[in-house]
């Protein structure tokens, strides 16, 4: 069992930054993929990001290609979403996700455990 934890959050004014943290534990996070998704009210929960388990491969949604950094420290058991430019459609609640496969995957049916999310309220 892999229990996963989102923080950073919160309010931002658009064109601003912020940083997600996913702090893993129950087994190291070292040989896992993961993933961030978000969900806004009414719609489906949508890909943003992946990261194989050695951090060498990444993939981005097109609507954050270029703003949003995924990364990972294995050695502190944490992934990172660095989201700069942000825009009010960037508001959502954002989880992690990880994969027992350690694959980098943008499909949701890969990941096997997921964190309870956090808001992030972009204004205009």
């Known amino acids: 069992q892999v229990q996963l934890e989102e923080s950073g959050g919160g309010l931002v004014q658009a064109g601003g930054s912020l940083r997600l943290s996913c702090a893993a534990s129950?087994?190291?996070?070292?040989?896992?993929?993961m993933g961030w998704f978000r969900q806004a009210p009414g719609k489906e929960r949508e890909f943003v990001a992946t990261i194989s388990w050695s951090g060498g491969l990444t993939d981005y949604a097109d609507s954050v290609k270029g703003r949003f950094t995924i990364s990972r420290d294995n050695a502190k058991n944490t992934g990172y979403l660095q989201m700069n430019s942000l825009k009010p459609e960037d508001t959502a609640v954002y989880y992690c996700?990880?994969?027992?496969?350690?694959?980098?995957?943008?499909?949701?049916?890969?990941?096997?455990?997921w964190g309870q999310g956090t808001q992030v309220t972009v204004s205009s």
């Open positions: 129950g087994r190291t996070f070292s040989f896992l993929g």
């Open positions: 996700a990880s994969g027992q496969s350690g694959a980098m995957t943008t499909r949701l049916s890969d990941y096997d455990y």
